[in-house]
């Protein structure tokens, strides 16, 4: 499956921004999803995820209250909705996807338990 991220920019630290992820593959709706970040001159860390039902989510403590991860599979797409952005949420961001059918309602929260990944997208917020 091949997905593609949009909806990064740069923003003002409280502003928010939405990004989506879009599937390629009609399959689309058996795939746990996550959204994961990058800093720079830091290792790539989780952000939050969805199980493939929609039934379960999970966050980083840095970012609950703040992000919103929700999934629609019948645009074949996950978005993270992110608000009162802060300094430190700078970076690429990154969504990734599973094909877990036998785990319909867990949403995973770790790299190696994702296939697939999407190219990133830049997002910057000033102070």
């Known amino acids: 499956v091949q997905l593609q991220a949009s909806g990064g920019g740069l923003v003002q630290a409280g502003d928010s921004l939405r990004l989506s992820c879009t599937a390629s593959d009609r399959a689309y709706s058996t795939y746990a999803m996550g959204w994961f970040r990058q800093a720079p001159g830091r290792e790539r860390e989780f952000v939050a995820s969805?199980?493939?039902?929609?039934?379960?989510?999970s966050y980083d403590d840095s970012v609950k209250g703040r992000f919103t991860i929700s999934k629609d599979n019948t645009k074949n797409k996950v978005d993270l909705q992110m608000n009162s952005l802060k300094p430190e949420d700078t970076g690429v961001y990154y969504c990734a996807a599973d094909y877990s059918p036998d785990r319909y309602s867990t949403a995973l929260t770790r790299e190696w338990e994702y296939e697939f990944w999407g190219q990133g997208t830049q997002v910057t917020v000033s102070s």
């Open positions: 969805i199980s493939w039902l929609g039934d379960t989510t």
